[in-house]
């Protein structure tokens, strides 16, 4: 008798990963992107950042020492996350107590009441970002014109971002062919000199970031894979149909918050699917998605909508792609 197995409950392996390690390693992944602002951008992005993180984490903090009177979990690095792509998702020149409100309204209404990490249904930083998008309309499309850091001392100035260039000639009878001469070279496309949220601007930064999040394990690749491939095909039927009306599919990945968005909001592993096909489907959509609003809608981007509106189908995704039970 004394030779029986002692059988007991799942789980009986277990990992050296953490929530916390997983949390810093997306901190590190951002880094590149978040240096390659502050030369564009100066000084004004590292304190936005600063701001969004500190209110990000002071909510926290607030809301389960006295509210919830339960444990305080800001060290875990979710808040701080948030905090980062939030300020990530907004210009440059954004007055700070209007990044102070949309930090407070990702942790306090889209995070929070679900119950905190791992409970909710959409993604913080996102639901921060549209708040602010809505609200605040003027401030959050009044963009910084890039300017390298040895020309800072030189007066701010303003523009269009490349897709508002885009839709805003488009919907005046412009050709796309003439709205390109006005864009800057896809090699500055690539390494962000160009308008836009300072943290989305620079693609080759942000696919370093991923890459390394991809090594470590931290996301899978399904996600954004099928996000760009699908916002690739998608813009690439349009323009192969009407090449005067609709611009070339590489132009929409390399601009706007798409890299962003597929790399690092999307793969958010609580409000995405759990299972393979599930992550296609919801990297498929959100791709789909981010087209029909940048060609139809009245934003000239939809990354942010469109992660949002899959994040609400994330149940039904998980459901219908259940795995099957062994030897059912």
């Known amino acids: 008798m004394n030779r029986l197995l002692q059988v007991s409950g799942s789980p009986h392996v277990h990992g050296t990963e953490t929530v916390k390690k997983i949390m810093w390693s997306v901190v590190i992944a951002l880094l590149p992107a978040l240096a390659v602002s502050v030369f564009y951008f100066g000084l004004p992005v590292l304190i936005l950042t600063l701001v969004s993180i500190a209110t990000c984490l002071l909510t926290e903090y607030l809301i389960q020492r006295f509210m919830l009177k339960g444990n305080v979990s800001i060290t875990d690095g979710s808040a701080v996350i948030t905090g980062l792509l939030l300020a990530f ?34 993604n913080p930083a996102l639901v921060g970002r549209v708040f602010l998008l809505i609200s605040f309309p ?35 009878g412009q050709a796309v062919g003439d709205l390109m001469t006005e864009m800057p ?6 390494f962000g000199q160009m308008g836009g949220s300072f943290g989305e601007v620079s693609a080759i930064a942000l696919l370093i970031g ?110 219908g792609f259940k795995p099957r039970t062994y030897a059912k």
């Open 185 to 190: 070279s896809y090699v500055d496309l690539l």
């Open 210 to 319: 991923a890459i390394f999040l991809l090594i470590r394990k931290v996301i899978t690749w399904e996600i954004p894979v099928f996000f760009l491939l699908t916002a690739f095909l998608f813009s690439g039927i349009f323009y192969l149909v009407d090449p005067s009306t609709y611009a070339n599919p590489c132009f929409h990945l390399v601009t706007g918050g798409l890299m962003l968005g597929a790399c690092f909001m999307a793969t958010d592993m609580v409000t995405s699917p759990t299972s393979r096909w599930g992550m296609i489907v919801f990297g498929v959509g959100c791709g789909l998605l981010t087209i029909i609003i940048r060609l139809f809608g009245a934003y000239p981007e939809g990354v942010s909508f469109a992660i949002l509106i899959m994040n609400a189908f994330v149940p039904l995704i998980n459901k």
């Open 89 to 122: 998702n907004v210009p440059a020149n954004l007055p700070i107590w209007i990044l102070m409100i949309g930090a407070f309204v990702a942790i306090a209404i889209a995070k929070m009441p679900f119950g905190g990490l791992g409970k909710n249904p959409f």
């Open 138 to 172: 003027v401030q959050m499309t009044t963009w910084p014109k890039p300017t390298p850091i040895w020309n800072l001392g030189a007066d701010v100035i303003t523009g269009p971002t490349p897709l508002g260039i885009l839709k805003e000639g488009v919907k005046n």
